[in-house]
């Protein structure tokens, strides 16, 4: 029977793991996969978190079930910061745990798929693993062009896609930090992009891996709040991978937000069975341990001040970036206004290739940076490596 199956390529980003760790050369710059990196290269437990981590072994008297909605505190805890003041809009929004922000993207398309949705509208270039878990779901994915040449927003390529909609369809759209362009829509962008949405009634699904790596905790969710005081319906995707750095403990959310009491208590209901079906339960080390540091003002100080040193340190790399202006046939100087940790070079895959092979430089074949691979250390020699290959 198994002999009737494909055999499948692996995951590209994560094939590059691989490759750079079996590359001996010392002077090697890994801007392959989405992990931050401090200036000497580490990626770090956070200290808030090895401090939680320390209560939970103290303290945690149980290790029993939960529920497919995993650790309630720690979803609840988290909706101050992504949602504002009156977090749960007058009871409309309710959330549950997930693996990761994979497992929240994965929830929010099969639910979506579940009821009724026949299409989704996304941007692209995407994370790969969209179209990957549309395909998975066999939900139509319908492609538009996210960015323009010149690294901005391309504002009227979503609009037509919103506006050319009908109601049963959706839209997929990165809460901050796009990934993998860097290039998030302005304030204004995101206000005509909620009207529209209001307009046809297409179906909302905010993606936000990155909250905190763009601009600050209120900035980076300024335009997904603003879409949300305005739609009917959504479903909001969110990861605590980069932010909180838990990457492999698999920690992430998914919030609803219906119409109403009624209909959120119903695709509640229906998230958990899907939930239920798929992992059973998320696991739940790494969200206590967020849930501990954010009911704990010392540690919730903490953390912040970590994100900012990780937001600072990926700013002043984006404006080194920036200044040395244009390399080969690459101008760097957009770079300078995306956002958090990936930007895109205009870079062919021979040219990818060459800077693996030559330079031992290490970057998806979509020309994808990982801002956070470069430090003071190396930004040089990555400059002057594109300037050769491109030039
Ligand atoms: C990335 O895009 O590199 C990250 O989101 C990691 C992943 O799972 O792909």
Redesign the pocket.
Same mark, same amino acid.
């Given at each position: 029977m198994l002999n009737r199956l494909e055999a499948q390529s692996p995951d590209a980003?994560?094939a590059l793991i691989k490759m750079h760790a079996a590359d001996d050369r010392p002077d090697k710059i890994d801007l &392959?996969? &989405?992990v931050y990196r401090t200036g000497q290269g580490d990626t770090p437990v956070f200290a808030a978190i090895k401090a939680a981590e320390q209560i939970l072994v103290d303290e945690q008297d149980s290790k029993s079930y939960l529920g497919p909605e995993g650790d309630i505190g720690f979803v609840n805890a988290l909706m101050p910061y992504i949602f504002g003041e009156n977090a749960t809009m007058g009871g409309r929004l309710a959330g549950m745990q997930t693996p990761g922000g994979?497992g929240a993207v994965r929830l929010a398309v099969a639910l979506a798929q579940k009821a009724g949705m026949t299409k989704l509208h996304m941007g692209t270039p995407s994370?790969?693993?969209h179209a990957q878990i549309l395909g998975d779901i066999d939900l139509e994915m319908v492609p538009f062009e996210h960015a323009n040449p010149d690294g901005t927003a391309n504002v009227e390529a979503v609009l037509s896609a919103i506006r050319g909609a009908a109601p049963d369809e959706g839209v997929l759209l990165h809460g901050c930090c796009h990934?993998?362009t860097g290039i998030d829509y302005s304030s204004a962008e995101w206000d005509v992009i909620g009207d529209a949405i209001v307009e046809t009634g297409i179906f909302p699904i905010i993606d936000t891996?990155y909250h905190g790596l763009g601009h600050g905790l209120d900035e980076d969710v300024a335009g997904l709040r603003s879409v949300l005081a305005k739609v009917p319906e959504a479903f909001i995707c969110y990861s605590c991978?980069k932010n909180f750095g838990m990457y492999r403990d698999r920690v992430g959310a998914f919030y609803i937000l219906a119409d109403g009491q009624e209909t959120l208590d119903k695709a509640f209901s229906n998230a958990n069975a899907l939930a239920r079906a798929s992992w059973s339960m998320p696991p739940d080390h790494g969200a206590a341990a967020v849930r501990l540091i954010l009911r704990d003002s010392e540690l919730t100080l903490k953390w912040q001040d970590e994100l900012e040193q990780m937001r600072n340190r990926m700013r002043q790399v984006r404006d080194t970036l920036a200044e040395a202006g244009v390399a080969g046939s690459v101008d760097l100087a957009p770079l300078g206004t995306q956002n958090g940790l990936f930007s895109v070079l205009p870079v062919s895959k021979e040219q990818v290739a060459q800077l693996r092979e030559d330079h031992g430089i290490y970057m998806a074949g979509s020309g994808r940076i990982?801002i956070a691979g470069l430090t003071m250390g190396n930004i040089e020699k990555f400059v002057n490596a594109i300037a050769e290959v491109t030039g």
């Open positions: 980003l994560l &392959g996969v &989405g994979t994370w790969p693993n990934n993998p891996a991978d990982n």
